[in-house]
């Protein structure tokens, strides 16, 4: 069993940065596939950025790509969301998930994630 803790979120100017923490407890995810995921209210939850176990490879929605970045710790059993030149539209509630190794097609699905956290809201005024 994995328990995850996300932590960081809050309220932001736009064009303004937050980094988001995911803390794992109870089993080490150091072969699990991270990501992150979101939703805004009245949305489908959507895929946000996940990376390797080995943190080797990396995937992002077109949204963020270029101004958010996923990485992880291995050794802190913790992985990151850095997220940079924020819009009002990355305003949602964010959630960091686990899963077994999968294919990049696979990882944008929610359903194959096995483990979640509680999520942290972002909040990004105009």
């Known amino acids: 069993q994995v328990q995850l803790v996300e932590s960081g979120g809050g309220l932001v100017q736009a064009g303004g940065s937050l980094r988001l923490s995911c803390a794992a407890s109870g089993r080490t995810i150091t072969r699990y596939t991270m990501s992150w995921f979101r939703q805004a209210p009245g949305k489908e939850r959507e895929f946000v950025a996940c990376?390797?176990?080995?943190?080797?490879?990396?995937y992002y929605a077109d949204s963020v790509k270029g101004r958010f970045t996923i990485s992880r710790d291995n050794v802190k059993n913790t992985v990151y969301l850095q997220m940079n030149s924020l819009k009002p539209g990355d305003t949602a509630v964010y959630y960091c998930?686990?899963?077994?190794?999968?294919?990049?097609?696979?990882?944008?699905?929610?359903?194959?994630?096995?483990?979640w956290g509680q999520g942290t809201q972002v909040t990004v005024s105009s």
């Open positions: 990376i390797t176990w080995s943190g080797g490879t990396t």
């Open positions: 998930a686990a899963a077994p190794p999968m294919t990049p097609v696979e990882a944008k699905d929610p359903m194959k994630y096995d483990y």
